[in-house]
């Protein structure tokens, strides 16, 4: 399908292109992580500290060269963490770099006698002077869990610079200690502790003071992002929310994700006539929204261009996971963005399906199977619904989920049973045991979230472990078959990653190199059940809608990757709670989309 979107001209254009990496804070990145290398091994190596000016350190404070010694390793791992700040453009990194590098440039000279070392670092200072304008970037959301893993990664990478600050003098070194005393010796000294290595001559001091120094970065660093005030990721306010419905009250059939904007973790932008919107979250510097934007078409290029001026002011990478192949359009024609197919969304056709014929023979049979085994199901909106089996589903749901992270960002809502979500469905299968369970006769759930006026869009799949395989393929078949009562014409369930390549990879004639692009995704499903999804979709003979990704640069697809694998839950960089701790809850964390449970393995 094809829409029309006024033109737009290339000045506007060329503005909404949005945050390209401007070639001087990338450069000036880039030389501040070289200084940050240098100020470390002057601080570090004694053969790295020899110059014409040696004859001038006989007059200098015999106590002065390890301080210096420990200024310079300090200086130089800071600008190593500024660096990348910098290459975004952020101010506070502007801030603390013109701060260190004069200092950088002290140590250098004072503790090598090193001219180079001080120009290098005065040669850095001057560009951002005289470029400040260039880093101008908001602060990103965060949290104090960064504390936390500043903690972890400053003391491995201390531990590790540590063991070679007490190993660069042999020669100094009093006897030969072993391995387990120098780490011991390196603990102690972040500590400020005298180890049990012994040294002659002032090295001693200098490895004291410059293990000091690490371990007084990384107390200092973790101290500060604890203490500092949390800049949150946006969320959903009332308002906002109000207004997302309005708009899909209008426009929510154009897009099956349409309703997932709805997820209370994104923020939005609208445009100024406020007819479109686009959702978004930020994870690790990538602003990523998912789907197509909401609301009249005609009003997108409006929202993209808030969307775009958003991520320009925070110097975030901007991506889209997930928009239709008229979303994608619109969105490569107005920023000059780029786009790359991801696979496929399984949409079926109420109308069209029947469990008749040799192609639905094997989920016809499993479908009889189950329910003969004595399975029911039932159908129903979430209105209908009473609240003491509604928090009965919601318990079961977080219960019997498959891992301890919630999984689901482009296609999951991440609550079941909220109040202003009464149109969404429910489907239930259920069996009388002898012994019944914590939920009574509840055996599996699928949650469902409303397309426009006459869809559904799977939002989630849940089933007790110890009920028979088939579940899902039970609901999925009492879904489609109650759809019309419902007033409910299309179906929307998985997306399949990659599905082109699966499909076309299998069949003869495909060539090596689509082959071995297949065979890779077929390991890979291992993890990430790329396959076992495309197969479970395929049997329900949906019609194939491709869903894509939108980018800016091929150098961001491997960032982009990782933060959509976060915000997916795939990747967990924070330590979650306890699921004792979590499973009382009355509002669900973001939920799964798909979620292949083993009943989808052994289809």
């Given at each position: 399908?094809?829409?029309?979107?006024?033109?737009?001209?290339?000045?506007?254009?060329?503005?909404?292109?949005?945050?390209?990496?401007?070639?001087?804070?990338?450069?000036?990145?880039?030389?501040?992580?070289?200084?940050?290398?240098?100020?470390?091994?002057?601080?570090?190596?004694?053969?790295?500290?020899?110059?014409?000016?040696?004859?001038?350190?006989?007059?200098?404070?015999?106590?002065?060269?390890?301080?210096?010694?420990?200024?310079?390793?300090?200086?130089?791992?800071?600008?190593?963490?500024?660096?990348?700040?910098?290459?975004?453009?952020?101010?506070?990194?502007?801030?603390?770099?013109?701060?260190?590098?004069?200092?950088?440039?002290?140590?250098?000279?004072?503790?090598?006698?090193?001219?180079?070392?001080?120009?290098?670092?005065?040669?850095?200072?001057?560009?951002?002077?005289?470029?400040?304008?260039?880093?101008?970037?908001?602060?990103?959301?965060?949290?104090?869990?960064?504390?936390?893993?500043?903690?972890?990664?400053?003391?491995?990478?201390?531990?590790?610079?540590?063991?070679?600050?007490?190993?660069?003098?042999?020669?100094?070194?009093?006897?030969?200690?072993?391995?387990?005393?120098?780490?011991?010796?390196?603990?102690?000294?972040?500590?400020?502790?005298?180890?049990?290595?012994?040294?002659?001559?002032?090295?001693?001091?200098?490895?004291?003071?410059?293990?000091?120094?690490?371990?007084?970065?990384?107390?200092?660093?973790?101290?500060?992002?604890?203490?500092?005030?949390?800049?949150?990721?946006?969320?959903?306010?009332?308002?906002?929310?109000?207004?997302?419905?309005?708009?899909?009250?209008?426009?929510?059939?154009?897009?099956?994700?349409?309703?997932?904007?709805?997820?209370?973790?994104?923020?939005?932008?609208?445009?100024?006539?406020?007819?479109?919107?686009?959702?978004?979250?930020?994870?690790?510097?990538?602003?990523?929204?998912?789907?197509?934007?909401?609301?009249?078409?005609?009003?997108?290029?409006?929202?993209?261009?808030?969307?775009?001026?958003?991520?320009?002011?925070?110097?975030?990478?901007?991506?889209?996971?997930?928009?239709?192949e008229t979303g994608g359009e619109v969105w490569t024609r107005e920023t000059g963005l780029d786009a790359?197919?991801?696979?496929?969304?399984?949409?079926?056709?109420?109308?069209?399906?029947?469990?008749?014929?040799?192609?639905?023979?094997?989920?016809?049979?499993?479908?009889?199977?189950?329910?003969?085994?004595?399975?029911?199901?039932?159908?129903?909106?979430?209105?209908?619904?009473?609240?003491?089996?509604?928090?009965?589903?919601?318990?079961?749901?977080?219960?019997?989920?498959?891992?301890?992270?919630?999984?689901?960002?482009?296609?999951?809502?991440?609550?079941?049973?909220?109040?202003?979500?009464?149109?969404?469905?429910?489907?239930?299968?259920?069996?009388?045991?002898?012994?019944?369970?914590?939920?009574?006769?509840?055996?599996?759930?699928?949650?469902?979230?409303?397309?426009?006026?006459?869809?559904?869009?799977?939002?989630?799949?849940?089933?007790?472990?110890?009920?028979?395989?088939?579940?899902?393929?039970?609901?999925?078949?009492?879904?489609?078959?109650?759809?019309?009562?419902?007033?409910?014409?299309?179906?929307?369930?998985?997306?399949?990653?990659?599905?082109?390549?699966?499909?076309?990879?299998?069949?003869?004639?495909?060539?090596?190199?689509?082959?071995?692009?297949?065979?890779?995704?077929?390991?890979?499903?291992?993890?990430?059940?790329?396959?076992?999804?495309?197969?479970?979709?395929?049997?329900?003979?949906?019609?194939?809608?491709?869903?894509?990704?939108?980018?800016?640069?091929?150098?961001?697809?491997?960032?982009?990757?990782?933060?959509?694998?976060?915000?997916?839950?795939?990747?967990?960089?924070?330590?979650?709670?306890?699921?004792?701790?979590?499973?009382?809850?009355?509002?669900?964390?973001?939920?799964?989309?798909?979620?292949?449970?083993?009943?989808?393995?052994?289809?």
């Amino acid at each position: 399908m094809s829409t029309e979107v006024p033109g737009r001209s290339s000045r506007v254009r060329r503005m909404l292109r949005g945050p390209r990496p401007e070639v001087v804070p990338a450069l000036v990145g880039r030389a501040c992580a070289v200084v940050g290398l240098l100020d470390i091994a002057a601080g570090v190596f004694p053969r790295f500290r020899h110059s014409r000016m040696h004859a001038l350190a006989e007059v200098l404070p015999g106590s002065f060269g390890p301080f210096a010694a420990a200024l310079s390793l300090s200086a130089g791992v800071l600008l190593l963490l500024l660096a990348h700040g910098l290459k975004r453009r952020k101010r506070r990194a502007w801030r603390a770099a013109v701060a260190l590098l004069p200092a950088g440039a002290a140590a250098q000279f004072v503790y090598r006698h090193s001219t180079v070392g001080l120009i290098i670092s005065l040669a850095l200072l001057a560009p951002l002077l005289i470029h400040r304008k260039e880093f101008a970037a908001l602060p990103d959301p965060r949290s104090r869990w960064r504390a936390l893993a500043n903690l972890i990664l400053m003391s491995a990478g201390s531990l590790a610079l540590g063991m070679v600050i007490v190993s660069v003098h042999p020669h100094r070194m009093v006897g030969n200690p072993s391995l387990a005393d120098r780490l011991t010796h390196v603990v102690y000294g972040l500590f400020g502790f005298e180890g049990p290595v012994d040294y002659q001559g002032n090295a001693s001091w200098t490895v004291a003071f410059s293990l000091g120094a690490l371990g007084w970065l990384t107390a200092v660093t973790t101290i500060y992002l604890a203490f500092r005030p949390e800049h949150p990721a946006a969320r959903l306010t009332e308002e906002d929310e109000a207004q997302l419905r309005a708009l899909l009250h209008k426009h929510g059939s154009r897009d099956s994700l349409g309703h997932f904007a709805l997820r209370r973790d994104k923020a939005v932008v609208f445009s100024p006539s406020g007819k479109a919107a686009v959702t978004y979250r930020v994870v690790s510097g990538v602003m990523l929204a998912s789907g197509d934007p909401i609301g009249d078409v005609e009003a997108w290029p409006g929202a993209i261009e808030r969307f775009m001026d958003e991520a320009k002011a925070h110097s975030w990478t901007p991506a889209v996971v997930g928009c239709s192949e008229t979303g994608g359009e619109v969105w490569t024609r107005e920023t000059g963005l780029d786009a790359l197919e991801l696979g496929d969304e399984a949409v079926v056709d109420v109308a069209d399906f029947s469990l008749a014929g040799r192609a639905m023979r094997n989920v016809r049979q499993m479908v009889k199977r189950i329910e003969r085994a004595g399975y029911e199901t039932r159908v129903r909106r979430i209105h209908d619904l009473g609240e003491a089996e509604l928090e009965r589903i919601r318990r079961a749901a977080e219960d019997w989920r498959g891992t301890d992270t919630e999984r689901g960002f482009s296609m999951a809502l991440g609550r079941i049973g909220d109040p202003s979500d009464g149109d969404c469905l429910i489907a239930t299968a259920h069996k009388q045991d002898d012994e019944p369970g914590p939920y009574g006769d509840l055996k599996a759930i699928l949650h469902f979230v409303p397309w426009g006026t006459d869809g559904a869009s799977l939002e989630l799949m849940r089933r007790d472990r110890s009920a028979d395989p088939g579940m899902n393929e039970l609901l999925i078949v009492a879904t489609l078959q109650a759809a019309p009562k419902l007033g409910i014409k299309q179906v929307s369930l998985n997306f399949a990653m990659f599905r082109s390549a699966l499909a076309r990879g299998e069949k003869i004639g495909a060539g090596p190199v689509l082959r071995a692009w297949r065979g890779l995704l077929v390991f890979l499903s291992r993890w990430f059940q790329i396959e076992s999804l495309y197969k479970f979709n395929a049997k329900f003979q949906p019609r194939w809608e491709p869903r894509f990704l939108v980018y800016r640069a091929s150098g961001d697809l491997a960032r982009i990757g990782l933060a959509i694998m976060q915000a997916e839950g795939f990747v967990n960089v924070a330590l979650p709670l306890p699921r004792f701790l979590r499973r009382r809850r009355t509002v669900e964390r973001p939920c799964a989309h798909a979620v292949a449970e083993r009943d989808v393995r052994a289809a």
